[in-house]
């Protein structure tokens, strides 16, 4: 088949999933109007930023884009006089900031096409509706039974995934849909397995898998077609949504928030935890389950978009799981979305962040144990439950699932062994992710404990106890300098030494240094040639000490320390001769 063979082939590197921030610097006002300088930012890295210019009517225009929502957003006023005023333009700078932060954390509006096209209009200026129309026409070129009867405007969240009502000429009252897709940036197969993958997923027989009705790729993306379902997805039936409106304006705002009956929740969701049991045990992965990828037929649940992971595109739920380091294989996210598709069809809406500190009465307290097992903060951090654990929980295992029809699903071995190393690609992927984004939270943090007030006084009441010790012990060195300049002198003597005897290493001492007066000792060394000649006797053992200690009038003798222990045959007379000397 010659499908699209003459369009560009490759995988589109950016993550749609990764989160966008923006922040205004500064603004700057020109002749009739102000604008706005702001810096966006995707994801955690700040060398991935780049600045925007808007005025406010670039911000009015895109808030009367969101009103589909059905959103009361936060956009400042208009002001006609007196609009250039210093003090209106920061007032108003710090409406639209406000307004820049309600539409960037919010799940749906910050992962819409309007918002990405207005923060980062490089990545996101194309047409992407007549790309698909494009690819789609070449496609008739080599199929002529199919017929577009209507394209399907934003009916799903992803930007570069469109979707066309079909028909088949000769059954013109039978509807189809169409869904072409880009390839993503989890996209590690071969053109060729990925070929062979895609045109085999007509064959998957499952009761609770959505059949895919004709499929085909090339090298740089897919087209599908399946049977249009008048009744929508699960989603739609929690919303109580049309299937043919934009993805805004079913689910941002929901008129009535109700959950379903137990029985459904319970019967629903024994019948995703078999499907995705299915998948696991087939070795192919999914990772892209949340309530309007499951389409109702009746009683039954049957999932939707198996092409997604082949396709290498992020889940819907990336920007929540990615902030947790132990949901890192494919099996745990499915546990994690499907924790996410438990609570939305308990409470008729999505949690409000995740992890859940609390739950809200539910129909059952069996309902609360899934619930915690997969959204709480304690299994957030610890990992997740196994899909057979889940099914083996009180609020599954009684469940008695009635069908007739035998799953079927052959994959060759050599594409199993392929899927298998996609599969650890793709979660080699996100657990460096996740591991940056942990880092990043640490470092942060760590920043914001460093500049918090409590930890300032903490540092300056650290500072003055240094600074208090460190001057004592200037005090002391100080003091310790003074007393051994008191306790030196300033003249030399040579020591007393036998003429035989070698020179002994010289001592200072002042007169009268060493003398201990009322108790003091006293050194006191001679230089005459007489009181050497006298004493050289007796001093010869002595002569490496250099000094000799005696008593002077009026001060009472003290032998010298150690003297005794070193020489003990050293006399005292000999001193009694020095002293007289």
């Known amino acids: 088949m010659a499908f699209m063979e003459k369009l560009p082939a490759g995988k589109v590197l950016l993550d749609d999933t990764v989160p966008l921030t923006a922040a205004i610097e500064a603004s700057q006002s020109l002749q009739s109007h102000t604008e706005y300088i702001i810096r966006v930012q995707r994801g955690i890295s700040v060398e991935n930023s780049w600045q925007i210019v808007r005025r406010y009517s670039d911000f009015d ?3 009367n884009s969101l009103q589909i929502a059905g959103l009361s957003l936060p956009l400042p006023p208009k002001k006609l006089i007196g609009n250039m005023d ?3 333009i920061a007032e108003r700078q710090k409406g639209l900031q406000n307004y820049l932060n309600v539409i960037t954390t919010n799940h749906i509006l910050s992962n819409c096409e309007l918002v990405k096209k207005f923060l980062d209009p490089n990545n996101y200026s194309a047409n992407y509706t007549e790309i698909a129309l494009q690819h789609v026409s070449m496609f008739f070129r080599s199929e002529p039974k199919w017929e577009v009867v209507e394209p399907l405007k934003d009916i799903g969240w992803r930007i570069r995934k469109k979707y066309f009502l079909m028909k088949i000429k000769n059954q013109p009252k039978e509807r189809l849909v169409l869904s072409w897709a880009d390839l993503g940036p989890d996209k590690y197969l071969s053109d060729k397995d990925f070929q062979c993958l895609i045109k085999l997923l007509p064959s998957c027989l499952h009761p609770y898998i959505y059949r895919v009705t004709f499929a085909t790729a090339n090298e740089s993306s897919a087209l599908l077609i399946r049977m249009f379902n008048e009744k929508g997805t699960l989603k739609d039936l929690i919303y109580k949504a049309k299937p043919k409106d934009p993805f805004l304006k079913k689910y941002c705002n929901p008129k009535k928030v109700q959950g379903l009956e137990l029985q459904q929740i319970k019967t629903y969701g024994r019948q995703v935890l078999e499907v995705l049991k299915f998948l696991h045990d087939k070795g192919f992965p999914y990772g892209h389950l949340h309530a309007s990828n499951v389409m109702l037929d009746g009683d039954t649940c049957r999932l939707l978009d198996l092409e997604n992971s082949l396709l290498g595109l992020p889940s819907f739920y990336r920007s929540y799981f990615s902030q947790f380091r132990k949901i890192n294989t494919l099996e745990s996210v499915d546990v994690h979305c499907f924790g996410h598709l438990l609570y939305e069809m308990t409470y008729g809406r999505p949690p409000d962040s995740v992890p859940v500190d609390s739950f809200p009465p539910a129909p059952s307290m069996a309902v609360v144990a899934v619930l915690e097992s ?12 196994t899909v057979s654990r889940l099914l083996q929980m009180p609020l599954f295992s009684d469940v008695l699932l009635t069908t007739s029809e035998k ?12 899927l298998r190393i996609a599969k650890e690609c793709i979660e080699k992927r996100l657990i460096e992710e996740q591991k940056q984004i942990h880092q990043h939270r640490r470092l942060t943090r760590a920043q ?3 500049g918090s007030e409590e930890e300032r006084k903490r540092r ?7 600074s208090k010790r460190s001057a004592v012990e200037n005090n002391e060195e100080h003091s310790a300098k003074y007393s051994n300049s008191n306790n030196s002198g300033s003249g030399a003597s040579s020591p007393l030494t036998s003429p035989s005897s070698p020179t002994p290493p010289s001592t200072a001492a002042a007169p009268g240094l060493g003398k201990r007066c009322k108790g003091r000792d006293v050194r006191v060394t001679s230089t005459s040639s007489t009181s050497t000649s006298t004493s050289s006797s007796s ?3 002595f002569e490496h000490r250099g000094a000799l200690t005696v008593s002077t009038p009026g001060c009472e003798w003290r032998e010298p320390r150690g003297l005794t222990q070193l020489h003990p045959e050293f006399p005292k007379r000999n001193f009694e001769e020095s002293r007289n000397l």
């Open 448 to 450: 914001s404990h460093h």
């Open 61 to 63: 225009l895109l808030n």
């Open 86 to 88: 210093r003090e209106f």
């Open 374 to 385: 997969t959204l709480s903060c304690e299994a957030c951090k610890n990992g997740m439950p």
């Open 407 to 418: 799953p079927q699903f052959k994959i060759p071995t050599k594409l199993k062994e392929a």
């Open 460 to 466: 300056k009441i650290l500072a003055r106890k240094k």
């Open 539 to 541: 001093l010869t053992s």
